[in-house]
């Protein structure tokens, strides 16, 4: 059945009529392929397109716009033989290359199984405002130490105290519960078992590379600048038996 058939049902006219458009949640149709074939305003807000046409006319697939590929694949066909809602969460990557954690609900059209319907509601964890202000004033108070201390324990404040400890709040407490949703547990037990001398942040940022994210996606979803990244990368590589970083990586992205 083509997209054209389906959108001539009376059925699908009056769904984009009276509800689907108006939503004000993220919301698109597409077919157990992944192809995308309707979208309202709210999802060309949310995935920061300029027009519907972005994803209909280029015949945009939703496995792009997933983070993890084949884990992309198995919710489509999951979603596809399902008689019953679907609700996962979900890492997804806007046209602007930006990443966001998303709730996604999802079924089949009672008259027409041939085409899924998906909502994507963004998750923003409750504590996120009391939890970066917490981990600002830590790194206030540790500054203040750094006159009483010498050159090697302002280093060590510097490496340990302000980043390790004040950013791994921010990862523990408010990224924990997305890390455990976008990475695995088969892929996070992997590492572990291939690095055991890896502290966990690192084996989070592993996971991360394995998925074949970017240093700026990472970014976008740990809240840590890029060039941070990129130091935490070769401080990692140098605990490996591995020539070059893009050995490391063709590992890390094979598992």
């Not at 990557?93 to 319907?117: G, K, Q, W």
């Not at 088969?186 to 966990?200: A, C, D, G, T, W």
Request: proline share 5%; aromatic share 10%.
């Amino acid at each position: 059945m083509t997209s054209d058939n389906f959108e001539n049902k009376p059925t699908y006219q009056q769904l984009m009529t009276t509800i689907f458009e108006w939503l004000p949640v993220c919301a698109l149709v597409i077919d157990p392929n992944g192809v995308i074939h309707e979208v309202n305003q709210e999802a060309i807000h949310f995935f920061r397109a300029t027009t519907k046409e972005d994803f209909i006319f280029d015949k945009q697939n939703i496995r792009n716009m997933i983070i993890d590929s084949h884990r992309a694949i198995e919710m489509i066909k999951l979603i596809a033989h399902s008689t019953a809602p679907v609700n996962q969460e979900i890492l997804i990557r806007r046209f602007d290359r930006t990443i966001a954690c998303v709730d996604l609900y999802s079924c089949l059209f009672p008259d027409n199984p041939h085409y899924i319907f998906l909502q994507f509601s963004e998750k923003k964890p409750a504590s996120e405002v009391y939890m970066f202000e917490l981990s600002q004033a830590f790194r206030r108070e540790a500054q203040r130490l750094r006159p009483y201390l010498n050159k090697p324990g302002r280093k060590m404040l510097d490496e340990i105290l302000i980043e390790d400890m004040a950013e791994s709040i921010v990862d523990n407490k408010i990224k924990k519960k997305n890390q455990v949703v976008v990475i695995p547990d088969e892929r996070m037990e992997q590492l572990k078992k291939l690095y055991p001398e890896f502290s966990n942040n690192d084996l989070i940022f592993c996971g991360y590379l394995s998925l074949k994210m970017s240093i700026d996606e990472i970014s976008s979803v740990i809240d840590k600048t890029p060039n941070s990244l990129r130091v935490t990368f070769h401080r990692i590589l140098k605990k490996t038996t591995f020539a070059t970083g893009r050995e490391f990586l063709r590992k890390l992205e094979s598992l």
